[in-house]
């Protein structure tokens, strides 16, 4: 008998459609041979600033479902 290795699948990621930051606008492949920096400053579109219409840091680990602001993509 063979099994087959069960495939699990992740959990989608709930990104907030509101976050932007500088990396998204650079229209170029990715290097894999340079780290990614973790520099990039976030700001919401609701407030174009760094702080969230909740008073809370914008960032990709921080925007999630459980902010009253958060708008999935």
């Keep these: 008998m063979i099994y087959e290795p069960v495939r699990q699948i992740a959990e989608p990621k709930m990104q ?6 500088k990396w998204m606008f650079i229209d170029a492949e990715p290097d894999p041979t340079v780290p ?14 760094v702080m969230g219409p909740d008073g809370q840091v914008v960032t990709p680990q921080a925007c999630k479902i459980e902010r009253p602001c958060f708008e999935a993509l």
């Design 16 to 21: 907030c459609r509101m976050i932007r930051s």
């Design 36 to 49: 990614r920096s973790g520099a990039s400053i976030c700001w919401c579109v609701h407030t174009q600033k």
